[in-house]
């Protein structure tokens, strides 16, 4: 997906800035929910 961003953000340097904000966004959205499920499996444990 990297490889796809940085020839997206080559050919619109307008929207690099927008594609990579997305993309880090996504991935802490992810590693939020990742974080939270762990912490909610200690307390069950």
């Given at each position: 997906?990297?490889?796809s961003?940085?020839?997206k953000a080559q050919?619109?340097?307008q929207?690099?800035?927008?594609s990579?904000?997305?993309f880090i966004r996504v991935?802490?959205?992810?590693?939020v929910?990742?974080?939270a499920?762990?912490?909610i499996f200690r307390v069950q444990l």
């Open positions: 997906m990297s490889t961003e940085i020839q050919i619109q340097p929207s690099a800035k927008e990579v904000e997305r991935k802490l959205s992810s590693l929910e990742v974080i499920v762990l912490i």
